[in-house]
């Protein structure tokens, strides 16, 4: 499958975005879906995984109660909902997919390009 995330921008602390991430592909739905980011001198860090039917998510910690992840398997879609956004949520954003969750956390094998979220104090 391939991926490709986009909706990043620029918003201010406090604000929201919605991130996208559109697949190519008949199998999608059979997919654990993923949300990773990079922010400028760090390493790669899991944000949040949706099973294949989107009945299972989970997230980091540094997320969890701000960020929602969904799909729509009809569309081909998943979205990552970002509320109260922090200048620590600063990265480029990128989906991935693998077979199962523990692949997925462990940064999964199908990677699109990222987009970037800035938020400004």
């Known amino acids: 499958v391939q991926l490709q995330a986009f909706g990043g921008g620029l918003v201010q602390a406090g604000g929201s975005l919605r991130l996208s991430c559109a697949a190519s592909?008949?199998?999608?739905?059979?997919?654990?879906i993923g949300w990773f980011r990079r922010a400028p001198g760090k390493e790669r860090e899991f944000v949040a995984a949706i099973n294949w039917s989107g009945g299972s998510t989970y997230y980091a910690d540094s997320v969890k109660g701000r960020f929602t992840i969904s799909r729509d398997n009809a569309k081909n879609m998943a979205y990552l909902q970002m509320n109260d956004l922090k200048p620590e949520d600063t990265a480029v954003y990128y989906c991935?997919?693998?077979?199962?969750?523990?692949?997925?956390?462990?940064?999964?094998?199908?990677w699109g390009q990222g987009t970037q979220v800035t938020v400004s104090s």
């Open positions: 991935t997919a693998d077979i199962d969750i523990p692949s997925v956390v462990a940064g999964g094998s199908s």
């Open positions: 592909g008949r199998t999608f739905s059979r997919y654990v």
